[in-house]
């Protein structure tokens, strides 16, 4: 640069040390520029922004100085949030899970929480000018509009409901009565029932249901607990169909609460490789339930391999659970390129890898559907960059099922360099080159790239 502008001199500066060593100068530049963007004489760089799912975008873009300015990658907002003049209910808000989802409430910036449950002990380690605790039977309809009628006459628009009141009743199939079937299904189902009744008129932004893995995966002893709880996941998909928010989650264990203290669910929970989760960890699960408003989740601590083996052969839907994937891929053999082409004609090999590289590297640069690479330029030429190198390696890899070297397109320059490598040193193939018509080909690496 010095021999084209003498006149102009470079010096490194480091505008982070000038921020350590001298905050005030950098506050003192911002007094002095902050009017001078509010009047439009500056104005902030350009930018190109990417969404957070979408970043290879982003990398690819600046990796080829496409971009003036900066490339920004936004992360979405979160679309969950509390609002301080708002009323939240958690029912079961005294019990073990019922306190911890008050202080997150509390956390989250709620000012108004109702925390209903039939015998309403006030906890004096929350934050009491936070919370109203109500004594009321969620499954009585008569006292739970009783006590929605005066909500909704004194405190802020109700925003947001979390259903957690429950109660165990576990016994064999042998010794169930309909007594005891009721004792869980009253405060889970007709809870919250008149918990949609009573939110009719109100906008809420979420309406979630404590329900369990026990109607997920069932549990021994549990059939009135796992058959109230599947009510509450097939609720969330009736407010569902009828526009109104709904979750439910099927929580495993909680470090605390009713599973844990009752040890033979705590027994066969462990026996069958399912931990109890923190409550760190399931109210972060929480979060990210609600910001992707999903209506039905399941947040276990489970080691598959264990529970797999304790159900072996019994249910088919852990079966797919479990394999789903490794049967999918078993029971539809998928060729590999290399066997594809091991199994071609010597003479149509090297166009049917030629092809094959042509159309993924043309992907992979950008090209638009109807332009191809040329297979003898080089791909640092034809708009490859290092991010692309990687890739287009990584995708043979994963096609020929093998470790191709990182410096693949450095050491092979061109697709044809590629295409004779794979053939000669990977595969060691023959491939005599004779003329083929173009059906032919193409008919090959449709076949390929199915
Ligand atoms: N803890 C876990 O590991 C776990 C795992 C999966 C699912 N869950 C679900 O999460 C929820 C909370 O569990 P937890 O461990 O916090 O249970 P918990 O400590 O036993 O608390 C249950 C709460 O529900 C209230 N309740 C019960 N029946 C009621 C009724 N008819 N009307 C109003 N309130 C009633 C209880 O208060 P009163 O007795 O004073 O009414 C208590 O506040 C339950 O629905 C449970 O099924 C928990």
Redesign the pocket.
């Known amino acids: 640069m010095a021999q084209i502008r003498p006149d102009i001199h470079y010096y490194p500066f480091d505008i982070g040390m000038v921020g350590n060593e001298s905050p005030e100068m950098i506050q003192s530049i911002f007094h002095q520029m902050m009017p001078e963007f509010d009047q439009d004489n500056l104005a902030p760089l350009p930018y190109q922004s990417f969404q957070l799912d979408n970043i290879v975008s982003a990398f690819r873009y600046m990796a080829q100085a496409q971009h003036f300015g900066k490339v920004v990658v936004s992360i979405q907002e979160s679309s969950f949030q509390i609002h301080s003049h708002a009323t939240y209910i958690i029912?079961?808000?005294?019990?073990?899970?019922?306190q911890i989802l008050t202080k997150w409430l509390i956390q989250k910036g709620a000012s108004c929480i109702v925390c209903?449950?039939?015998?309403?002990d006030t906890y004096n380690d929350l934050d009491q000018n936070k919370i109203v605790y109500k004594s009321?039977?969620?499954?009585c309809e008569k006292s739970m509009k009783h006590l929605f009628d005066e909500i909704h006459q004194s405190l802020p628009p109700v925003k947001g409901v979390i259903h957690?009141?429950?109660?165990l009743d576990d016994c064999s199939m042998i010794e169930q009565t309909w007594e005891r079937f009721e004792t869980p299904m009253?405060?889970?189902i007709w809870?919250a029932i008149n918990l949609h009744q009573c939110t009719q008129k109100c906008s809420l932004d979420f309406f979630v249901m404590?329900?369990?893995?026990a109607s997920l995966l069932g549990s021994a002893g549990q059939s009135n607990?796992a058959f109230a709880?599947a009510f509450l996941d097939g609720f969330a998909q009736h407010r569902r169909f009828k526009g109104l928010c709904g979750t439910s989650i099927n929580?495993?264990?909680?470090e605390?609460?009713?599973?844990?203290s009752v040890s033979q669910i705590n027994r066969n929970m462990t026996d069958k490789g399912i931990s109890?989760v923190s409550a760190d960890n399931a109210i972060a699960s929480l979060e990210i339930i609600l910001d992707k408003d999903f209506s039905l989740s399941g947040v276990i601590d489970i080691d598959w391999h264990i529970y797999e083996k304790t159900v072996e052969g019994q249910f088919e839907f852990i079966q797919t659970l479990y394999h789903g994937r490794k049967k999918k891929s078993s029971q539809v053999p998928q060729q590999t390129l290399s066997d594809q082409l091991m199994q071609a004609q010597a003479e149509k090999r090297e166009q049917m890898i030629l092809s094959y590289l042509q159309k993924t590297g043309s992907k992979i640069a950008g090209y638009e559907d109807n332009q191809h690479m040329d297979v003898n330029k080089p791909l640092i030429d034809a708009g490859f960059d290092s991010l692309m190198a990687v890739e287009f390696r990584n995708i043979l890899n994963q096609a020929l099922n093998t470790s191709l070297p990182a410096t693949l397109i450095f050491d092979y320059p061109t697709l044809q360099h590629v295409a004779d490598y794979i053939l000669d040193d990977v595969l060691k193939l023959q491939h005599d080159n004779i003329d083929l018509s173009e059906k032919d080909v193409m008919d090959e690496i449709e076949s390929l790239l199915k």
Do not use: Q
């Open positions: 029912t079961g808000g005294t019990g073990a899970l019922g209903i449950s039939r015998h309403a009321c039977d969620v499954s957690a009141a429950g109660t009253k405060p889970k809870g404590f329900s369990s893995s607990y709880n929580w495993g264990p909680w605390s609460g009713m599973a844990v109890p």
